[in-house]
């Protein structure tokens, strides 16, 4: 009896006590560096003021920031939460604790903080001469879905180093910038030395990302010498949830916080029968890369019309597909619906982008004038009559006429004889790895697509079939040369990684050529 009714005490209150929630982004800190403290509370008990004044008394409130977010419950309502985040520094070394944070009857978890002496950092620099800042977009998401890694180091004297042993755990990462400027904080001079990752995980649970280490030196004294510094941001555990049930199973897995679909088709059109129709068709995404995105087009297709494809063109935020689109037979006829499912992270639920069906009118394609033949009547009446005594003389006439068009011909043959002509030269074959140390965006695209024609492959077809991470660099290259604000141009590395993987893709298909036919395929009886 006693632990059936702490058992129901326990379900009662877990309402209250799920309403309020803190967290910390680490708890071990020195004193001059600050930590971020998280304070969520759902919509009904936000109608109750943050009361910051206990937390004061062991924490300086440097920055302070507030909004609303949504959640999905226990019972599958998405409920709307208000969060505060709060940037905090230690007025003391030691234990120190977070106080819970109380809303009505609702209160959040005591939380402790380990604060360590800024002197046993192992250098005698304060700590806004040298810090390192981590941020992450995102602690929970799915499974495919990027998060973004920001690591700022910031320093105000001369400093040599690296980061040591970088590793980013069972994340698949991408280095989408590299900066290195200089900034004005408080009136001084500050140099912000920048790196931009994308992390996606291959698969669901507890995730871990190891600790971030600088280690450099720097000049300690005015006859160059040096000493030692190293800088470390703890390691964190990012949640990775797996797909959900409710995903379509055959479709491409699409978390992302927006996604549309767009065509440049008005609502009526009248086409003629095998007249082409240029359709472009643009998907628009925030939150996942434009390159995972499926051809909204695959398996189109009709017996009364045709789609004549191009390869897909890419930007920062949207896929391009352009297309011709050809009706072979007049009549009122239907273009179905194009639909890409996705999952919507702003509501956490499925949804669907989706180009409406339309019905398009076509013509009789235009015939030619019709040109009536005349009858023998008509040819009989205006027939010329003349007399016999001129038929010599004018067979005479043509005959001289004969003879002097052919002694013009045979005189002009003899005046334009013709000049033997060299044959042009042949260009050099083209080398592919001689491409590696082509630094400029323009020769280096002109010199692939140069290659791709002295070995007789369809550019399209082949730049399209490359596979990742190749497909985002020559995207990327393309966007350097046509995009509105061109991405840095690709590194030698990068270059190298996609001029191997077109070798490859050429490998494959001269392999696929001398393979004998399979006879089995022609008779399958």
């Not at 994340?171 to 910038?177: K, S």
């Not at 669907?352 to 398009?360: F, G």
Request: glycine residues 4%; hydrophobic residues 40%.
């Amino acid at each position: 009896m006693r632990l059936a009714f702490l058992l129901l005490a326990l379900v009662a209150t877990a309402p209250v006590w799920a309403a309020v929630e803190a967290e910390v982004d680490r708890s071990r800190l020195y004193q001059d560096e600050r930590l971020e403290l998280i304070v969520r509370v759902d919509s009904e008990t936000a109608r109750f003021a943050l009361d910051l004044t206990p937390l004061s008394i062991l924490f300086d409130i440097e920055q302070q920031s507030q909004g609303q977010r949504l959640r999905r419950a226990s019972n599958g309502e998405i409920e709307a939460w208000r969060e505060w985040h709060l940037w905090l520094r230690p007025r003391h070394i030691g234990t120190l604790a977070i106080p819970p944070f109380r809303f009505g009857n609702a209160r959040s978890e005591r939380i402790l903080v380990e604060v360590l002496d800024p002197l046993q950092r192992g250098d005698d620099l304060p700590a806004e001469a040298v810090q390192l800042d981590v941020t992450l977009n995102e602690r929970e998401l799915y499974i495919g879905q990027p998060t973004i890694l920001t690591i700022d180091l910031w320093y105000q004297l001369r400093l040599q180093g690296d980061y040591a042993d970088l590793d980013f755990g069972d994340f698949n990462v991408e280095l989408l910038d590299e900066s290195n400027v200089t900034d004005v904080q408080n009136g001084r001079q500050i140099r912000r030395y920048r790196l931009i990752y994308r992390l996606t995980a291959n698969h669901p649970g507890e995730l871990q990302l190891p600790p971030i280490r600088f280690v450099g030196q720097y000049q300690a004294g005015p006859y160059g010498e040096r000493q030692s510094i190293e800088r470390v941001y703890p390691a964190q555990t990012l949640t990775v949830k797996p797909i959900p049930d409710s995903y379509p199973k055959n479709a491409v897995w699409l978390p992302a916080k927006r996604l549309s679909l767009s065509d440049n088709l008005p609502a009526q059109l009248e086409l003629s029968a095998h007249a082409h129709q240029d359709w472009t068709v643009v998907t628009e995404v925030e939150g996942l890369p434009p390159t995972r995105l499926p051809d909204p087009l695959a398996g189109l297709g009709g017996d009364v019309w045709r789609l004549y494809r191009n390869a897909p063109e890419f930007t920062d935020a949207q896929r391009r597909d352009l297309a011709a689109l050809v009706f072979t037979e007049a009549g009122r006829q239907r273009l179905p619906a194009v639909r890409l499912p996705w999952w919507d992270l702003q509501r956490d639920q499925l949804a669907y982008a989706e180009l409406p069906a339309r019905t398009i009118t076509v013509v009789p394609e235009a015939s030619p004038a019709f040109q009536p033949t005349p009858t023998s009547g008509d040819a009989e009446s205006t027939s010329i009559r003349l007399p016999w005594g001129l038929w010599p003389w004018l067979s005479a006439a043509l005959g001289l006429g004969w003879l002097s068009t052919l002694l013009w011909l045979w005189l002009r043959r003899r005046r334009n004889r013709p000049v033997k002509v060299e044959p042009a030269p042949q260009p050099r074959p083209l080398k592919l790895g001689a491409l590696l140390d082509e630094a400029e965006p323009r020769p280096f695209r002109l010199g692939i697509l140069r290659w791709l024609a002295q070995h007789d492959l369809d550019a399209a077809k082949t730049l399209a079939a490359l596979p990742e991470p190749a497909a985002s660099l020559w995207a990327r290259l393309n966007a350097t040369l046509y995009g509105p604000t061109g991405p840095a141009a690709l590194t030698r590395a990068e270059r190298k990684v996609l001029l191997q993987a077109l070798l490859k893709r050429h490998a494959r298909l001269v392999k696929a050529a001398q393979r004998p036919p399979d006879l089995s395929q022609l008779y399958p009886d």
